[in-house]
């Protein structure tokens, strides 16, 4: 699978923005899907996850009521959402796939199986 995530941008605080992610190759329906993030100087961390048929989701504390994820089988796609933009959310936002993580499970996977490049989010305050 290769992952290709766009939509990131410069908003000012309290805006939306939609990242989404193309993929490419069969198995991208059969996998766990997920965003992540990097903060200037700061780790890698865990953001929402959606399983294969988008029956589950899961999301990190402080964007769950902000964010959403989901996902198009079809058009081999994942989505994500961002209401309410805070300066703190400012990171590269990154995709990753899973064939054999949860929704839940996701956030402390490591390695993943598959990871796209990153589309950075600026969020002025």
């Known amino acids: 699978v290769q992952l290709q995530a766009f939509g990131g941008g410069l908003v000012q605080a309290g805006g939306s923005l939609r990242l989404s992610c193309a993929a490419s190759?069969?198995?991208?329906?059969?996998?766990?899907m997920g965003w992540f993030r990097q903060a200037p100087g700061k780790e890698r961390e865990f953001v929402a996850a959606?399983?294969?048929?988008?029956?589950?989701?899961n999301y990190k504390d402080s964007v769950k009521d902000r964010f959403s994820i989901s996902r198009d089988n079809a058009k081999n796609a994942l989505h994500l959402q961002m209401n309410s933009l805070k300066p703190e959310d400012t990171a590269v936002y990154y995709c990753?796939?899973?064939?054999?993580?949860?929704?839940?499970?996701?956030?402390?996977?490591?390695?993943?199986?598959?990871w796209g490049q990153g589309t950075l989010v600026t969020v002025s305050s």
């Open positions: 190759g069969a198995i991208f329906s059969s996998c766990t």
């Open positions: 990753a796939a899973d064939r054999f993580a949860t929704a839940h499970t996701m956030a402390n996977t490591t390695p993943l199986d598959y």
């Open positions: 959606i399983t294969s048929h988008g029956g589950f989701t």
